[in-house]
């Protein structure tokens, strides 16, 4: 398989098991029989409750974490080895980053350890500063940069090495919106750039907004993955959409709408939101645990 | 292709300058934390013991001087080897700088390599202002005493080139001499050897205070060592038993004493460069070996 054939990611059936301690034999199931394929260009939405699995299915696709079972690749490469580094960006969680260096500081930081010349980090240093509207605080240390700021300036350090596929936990936490909407606008800008991105989030109106495909994991399970068309039709449903209908016609709606002089924009499938897919697969499982603990 | 067994273990040449990158940014994250401050204690410490103690004989007040320089020296790099170790690994997991900097393609032993150099340029940088302020005013009092010295015996009329040759040798003696050098250089191997220990230390431990205490006590152990090593090996109680648990000691806890060459400097007691050889080599064996391990159990740790 050449280069270019290669998925962006290939998750193949990873399970992981941490080991509980003083406790010979067993452990704690965190992921379990997880397989995710993206290509590239796609941008994909990993959601799930509080401890579902997301972050350690993402750690064992970086390679920071082992998987029991199972394996997983980058365009082709290991997880776990050096080379596949040179592909993939990442964006924790809530990052700090050294709170001495500045964000231009930071920059050549991370380009340094990614192996770029000075010229090479000086023009993407710029580039990078100007993406993510940042060029005003460049010389600002990061302490006193707002939450938003530091996660414009992890997407930024993410990108610095142009990976081709951005990996982001939580990319918008505990920003306020307007800083959340610039980072949604920055995430689509380098999808429209070719690059692949991974995230998980806790904002599934986001999620929706931007996401190709999403997968919804429970209890370190992916019990749903599709695109957002397959996954919020509703299929025992029929929706029909109306321009310019009467209030005679809405009346007898029911029976009369193939046969009034109306034209009719769309009839498919009425949409679910994925917030409301998301709770019903939250509810359906508390059900199914306090029938467990019932029986 | 996609056979995954463990994180971290693609072997790839070291990248020194990767290495350089971290270390660099360990060193100035640690001087960020004001660490320098130290070094006004120091030459308080100095002034005092170079100018208020006049009362000794000039002999006693060099070697107090000496005393107290190095037994700062070999505490504060003892702390800034310990405690700078002891933080470095846990706060960058606090803050997720790792994960940033691990999903780099920065190999784990490079990560560690460069965090180990930051605090070794930390210790070695300091240890390099404590010894040139201390050299300074060594010398200062020195020359001061060497003129009193001679004023006296001028004014006792005892001014023979003999009694000059012989004050003069006494003092210089006493004074500044390259040996000084060799044992703040020694201070810096026992710090460093110090150092890696702490880092082999915070790639397991579950606490920064689990690494300083453990790090503390192998200190204390460590200059005890030797001791018991004799005890056992020499006295009545050398059955295999007691050998075995004493080898066990000796490759588990590096013996400290060996680093010792303060006192004998403090007395005026020349320095071998066969023994500054040994000592060194000594050391590079224990940083080796400690780093090794550390990067074994790094390498398959879980983030």
Redesign the interface.
Known sequence: MTEAENPAI?I?GISKI?PLPFRKGKGLLAVDNVSIRLEPGEIYGLIGPNGSGKSTTM?IL??????TH????IF????????S??E???????????K??TGAETLR??G????LSHTQIRERTEELLDLVELQGARDRRLGGYSKGMLQRI?LA??LI?RPKLL?LDEPTAGVDPVGSRQIRDLILKLSEEGITVFLCSHLLEQVQEICHRVGIIFRGKLVREGTLEELISVEDQTEIILRNASPHLLDQLRSLVASEQTETIRIGKPRTTLERLFLDHAASDRRQNEEKSLS | MEAHASTGNTYHALSPARIWVLATSTLTQLVRMKVFYFLIIFIALLFGAGFLFISLSFEQELKLLKDIAFGAMSLFSLIFAIVGTAILIPKDVEDRTLYTILSKPVPRREYLAGKLLGVLLLVGISLLAMDVIFTAILYLRQNIILTNQLGILDAKEIATPENIENVTAIIKNQGVRWELQAAVFSIFLKAAVLASICMLLSTFATSTMFTIIVGFAIFFIGHGQSLAREYFLQGTFSSPVEKLITVFLAILFPDLQLFNLTDGVVSGEPVPIELLLKITAIAALYLVIYNVVAILIFSEKEL
């Not at chain 1, 970086?62 to 998987?67: A, H, W």
């Not at chain 1, 082709?76 to 080379?83: P, R, Y």
């Open positions: 290939s193949n941490f750690k970086l390679g920071l974490v082992t998987p199972g394996t997983s690749t082709g490469k290991a997880s776990h080895a050096v080379e580094k040179h993939v960006g990442f964006l924790p969680e809530n990052p700090y980053f050294y001495h260096l930081f991370y340094r350890l990614c192996g992890g350090q993410a090495h990996v």
